[in-house]
């Protein structure tokens, strides 16, 4: 509430200031209006000419004025437009080489993650070969190729009296039995 109240008498006060003027100062602002509607008269005959109205009651030398002003614009707005552009473009390499940086890191990561999954998988590969030979040596019995055989002599006391003796306790009985035939 009290800020409108201030707001009146600050509004009143200019008020009553308008009023103490004196007759000259008047006389001024009527003058003041005059220019300025004059200005504004100039300007709407401006803005008609460049629309290209009311272009037959211009002589020679003002449409060669005028032309000179329309060229003297188009200028200012061709050097914006390009300044527009390259600042657009340079921006647009910005953007891009940053997104090339980002593009090349994101291609490391992808490489160093492919490598620790191959890595993965062949561990894998490795651990699941692993138990499988653990498992398979220990249900199998090594080989024990180079142990106790007796062979048939030549004139011994076991000459054809005894099959052949092998001792090899290593060895699954299937083999021994086939390499008894």
Do not use: C
């Amino acid at each position: 509430m009290e800020r409108i109240l201030e707001r009146y008498e600050r509004y009143s006060y200019a008020e009553r200031e308008l009023v103490a003027i004196d007759p000259e100062s008047q006389g001024n602002w009527s003058l003041e209006y005059s220019k300025l509607k004059a200005k504004i008269e100039v300007l709407q005959r401006n803005q008609r000419h460049f629309l290209g109205e009311d272009l037959n009651s211009l002589s020679v030398r003002e449409l060669q004025n005028f032309e000179q002003q329309l060229d003297t614009a188009l200028k200012h707005i061709r050097s914006r437009k390009s300044q527009l552009m390259y600042e657009s473009i340079s921006e647009l390499q910005r953007k891009e080489k940053a997104l090339q940086q980002q593009n090349n890191l994101l291609a490391e990561k992808l490489k160093e993650k492919a490598a620790l999954a191959q890595q993965a998988h062949w561990e894998q590969g490795n651990q699941v070969q692993n138990p499988s030979t653990f498992l398979l040596s220990q249900s199998l019995p090594s080989l024990n190729i180079g142990g106790t055989y007796q062979a048939r002599g030549t004139g011994g006391e076991d000459d054809g009296s005894q099959p052949h003796n092998r001792t090899n306790t290593l060895m699954p009985p299937w083999m021994l039995r086939h390499m008894n035939e």
